[in-house]
């Protein structure tokens, strides 16, 4: 497959937040694969999750490639990195031009609207008046939800997996948790890019006990030995998916991403509650659940797919919990080529 390099969109005007906050500017990271058609209808445009980036070949290899359910060979394939993230796009570590510092702390607040209302400028400025296929999986989702309904015109089929019409109590709870943990640590909003890092490690500890689940863990992380008291294969591998974060990310945008997923709720003064504004979703839509997710359980997926009209809605049992929507490839192909190929006769 061609992948191309990171490219970047640079918006010199000033962008302004759901919030009531300002960006003087904006610049926004992205990866394309495969060649927009002449008739410029063959675009599926991917939403990340949370520390993902705009490299979807790369986190989701299972289902883009040559020869896999998103083929670069057929379809003309773009994913940005969100705004707030540390992987090209403007967030807390991008150069704030009035001061000529980094933003850190004094990154104003965001949504997952103003997410999205990024990815529309990118899409205007790539010149694409359709998008064929929208997905998103979990945070993904929630891009993918408030797109379909922000630009209904433009975006023909949805795609959505592990994800919810709103952030729920549960959600809310394990972020507020982990920004604790965050905030705990000693160095948190320090004037460095490093700040915060052993919370993060924290962070991120909680939050792999809410991809993952009792189930996987046991079967995975349990000592063959009966007699240990300490140094446990679980304690070990906990850790371990801590510093491998940090190596890659940052508190600053964990922190901030986490506020703007809490603030997902697609009836948020839209004048009626997630059922009404659930039906006005226009997109033919596939739904697919994890059955063994607790972070956003199968059944916030069947409420969506129970109140959007041109609904289909799929459940995979699988064992690997929320994190289920990446890895169970397969399965997903399975169920999307079949689905995608009908929209196509």
């Known amino acids: 497959m061609k992948s191309t390099a990171t490219r970047y969109f640079n918006y010199k005007q000033p962008f302004e937040l759901e919030n009531g906050g300002q960006l003087p ?126 630009e209904s015109q433009v975006i023909d089929n949805l795609f959505l997996l592990a994800t919810s019409a709103a952030e729920s109590a549960w959600g809310v709870a394990v972020h507020t948790a982990q920004r604790m943990a965050i905030e705990a640590d000693h160095t948190w909003q320090d004037y460095s890019a490093t700040a915060g890092t052993a919370g993060l490690k924290a962070a991120r500890a909680i939050g792999m006990l809410t991809y993952r689940n009792y189930e996987l863990m046991v079967a995975l992380q349990t000592d063959p030995e009966s007699g240990k008291t300490d140094n446990y294969k679980a304690e070990s591998y906990i850790r371990y998916q801590g510093d491998k974060l940090v190596k890659r990310f940052n508190a600053y945008t964990y922190w901030l991403l986490t506020k703007a997923m809490d603030s997902h709720n697609l009836s948020r003064e839209r004048g009626g509650d997630l059922e009404s504004v659930l039906k006005t979703i226009t997109q033919r839509t596939l739904v697919i659940g994890i059955s063994s997710d607790i972070l956003c359980p199968v059944q916030e997926q069947v409420f969506i797919s129970q109140h959007i009209p041109e609904a289909t809605y799929v459940e995979i049992h699988s ?9 169970e490839s397969e399965r997903i192909a399975a169920n999307l080529m079949p689905w995608l190929k009908e929209s196509e006769v």
């Open 25 to 150: 500017e904006l610049t926004i990271a992205y990866h394309t694969y495969g060649t927009l058609n002449a008739a410029k209808d063959n675009v599926i445009w991917i939403c990340h999750a949370l520390t993902a980036n705009a490299d979807a070949a790369d986190w989701w290899n299972g289902l883009v490639g040559e020869g896999k359910a998103l083929d670069p060979g057929k379809y003309f394939i773009v994913c940005a990195n969100i705004l707030g993230s540390c992987y090209g796009t403007t967030g807390p570590l991008s150069i704030d031009p009035e001061t000529s510092q980094p933003y850190y702390s004094r990154f104003p607040g965001i949504t997952i609207r103003d997410m999205v209302k990024a990815h529309i400028l990118l899409r205007q400025n790539l010149g694409l008046e359709k998008i064929h296929l929208l997905a998103g999986g979990s945070m993904g989702g929630y891009q993918a939800l408030e797109w379909s309904i922000m």
């Open 319 to 327: 064992s690997y919990g929320h994190d289920g929507f990446l890895i």
